[in-house]
């Protein structure tokens, strides 16, 4: 399994920024993918996942200005961020959980980074 992210880049206080990431490779229709970022000096922390079947759970830091998606027939996950803020800057990593009869696997996309200047 691997997961391309891409869309990241620098921005200023308030703008906008999309990210998407795809998935390839083979894994279980049972599934989630979501957004992780680390921030520098921090630990890794989850910002929003989306489910197969479209259950969502955000972050509070981000669920009033982030938005997640994701179109199965591409097996893509989107992340709108809005009214970005500096404390956003941070490596953006998708991630995706494969749920089989044996457990969940889960795999990590390369990161892409958002920085946003004040």
């Known amino acids: 399994v691997q997961l391309q992210a891409s869309g990241g880049g620098v921005v200023q206080a308030g703008a906008s920024l999309n990210l998407s990431c795809a998935a390839s490779g083979s894994f279980f229709s049972t599934n989630a993918l979501g957004w992780y970022r680390q921030a520098p000096g921090k630990h890794r922390l989850m910002v929003a996942a989306i489910t197969a079947g479209g259950r969502i759970n955000y972050d509070d830091s981000v669920k009033d200005r982030f938005s997640i998606s994701r179109d199965n027939d591409k097996n893509t996950v989107y992340l709108e961020m809005n009214n970005l803020k500096p404390e956003d800057t941070a490596v953006y990593y998708c991630?995706?959980?494969?749920?089989?009869?044996?457990?969940?696997?889960?795999?990590w996309g390369q990161g892409t980074l958002v920085t946003v200047s004040s």
């Open positions: 991630k995706l959980w494969s749920a089989s009869s044996k457990g969940i696997s889960e795999y």
